[in-house]
């Protein structure tokens, strides 16, 4: 007989897990940013580095790309910053930059990095929102048998439940580098 961990809502399973996990990033975040103003926003340890607004909007466009185009298979059209209205608000098209193209920061030059839009914290957290809305959606609406299918992206080497958890994994990361930023700064203006 094999036991199953005792979660508050229910069993655990792996779909739980993830929804789980979307919901602490979303909780933590908030956490970690209420007392954050723009200004430490928008700081940068050095002139290369990443403010914390360009990492959230990087975890926000890193999940909408691996959870619609290469988990799903949809097109970019059809991500949260599409269909959510961001393009059209921002005026800005992030397909074809970057790192294969997927327009998340990752490999963007000095050049790309300036063109992303400056988000305020509100507009950051609901596009972030938007992203993890439409996951969790999918997530209460699929199965795991469906999960352990191949990704449409990575020549289906990965499974979608790979590809949505390298996503949230990094984004683990990245709410570490956040708290970090966030410390420097507090630091820099004593």
């Given at each position: 007989?094999?036991?199953?961990?005792?979660?508050?809502?229910?069993?655990?399973?792996?779909?739980?897990?993830?929804?789980d996990l979307l919901h602490d990033q979303q909780?933590?975040?908030?956490?970690?940013?209420?007392?954050?103003?723009e200004t430490c926003l928008n700081w940068k340890?050095?002139?290369?580095?990443?403010?914390?607004?360009?990492?959230?909007?990087?975890?926000?466009?890193?999940?909408?790309?691996?959870?619609?185009?290469?988990?799903?298979?949809?097109?970019?059209?059809?991500?949260?910053?599409?269909?959510?209205?961001?393009?059209?608000?921002?005026?800005?098209?992030?397909?074809?930059?970057?790192?294969?193209?997927?327009?998340?920061?990752?490999?963007?030059?000095?050049?790309?990095?300036?063109?992303?839009?400056?988000?305020?914290?509100?507009?950051?957290?609901?596009?972030?929102?938007?992203?993890?809305?439409?996951?969790?959606?999918?997530?209460?609406?699929?199965?795991?048998?469906?999960?352990?299918?191949?990704?449409?992206?990575?020549?289906?080497?990965?499974?979608?439940?790979?590809?949505?958890?390298?996503?949230?994994?990094?984004?683990?990361?990245?709410?570490?580098?956040?708290?970090?930023?966030?410390?420097?700064?507090?630091?820099?203006?004593?």
């Open positions: 007989m094999t036991e199953s961990l005792l979660f508050p809502h229910g069993e655990l399973d792996g779909i739980a897990m993830l929804i909780r933590r975040l908030k956490r970690y940013l209420e007392d954050v103003d340890v050095d002139p290369e580095a990443n403010s914390i607004s360009l990492i959230l909007w990087h975890m926000g466009r890193l999940t909408d790309v691996f959870f619609n185009q290469l988990a799903l298979g949809k097109t970019a059209e059809e991500t949260s910053w599409f269909k959510c209205g961001w393009a059209n608000r921002t005026s800005y098209d992030p397909r074809g930059r970057g790192r294969d193209g997927w327009g998340t920061l990752n490999e963007y030059t000095p050049k790309e990095i300036a063109e992303i839009p400056t988000l305020n914290k509100e507009e950051l957290f609901n596009f972030i929102d938007d992203v993890y809305a439409g996951l969790e959606k999918y997530l209460n609406l699929t199965t795991m048998r469906s999960l352990t299918e191949p990704a449409a992206g990575f020549n289906g080497t990965f499974t979608r439940y790979q590809v949505i958890v390298m996503a949230l994994m990094d984004n683990v990361r990245h709410l570490g580098e956040i708290l970090l930023i966030k410390s420097l700064w507090q630091r820099s203006i004593k």
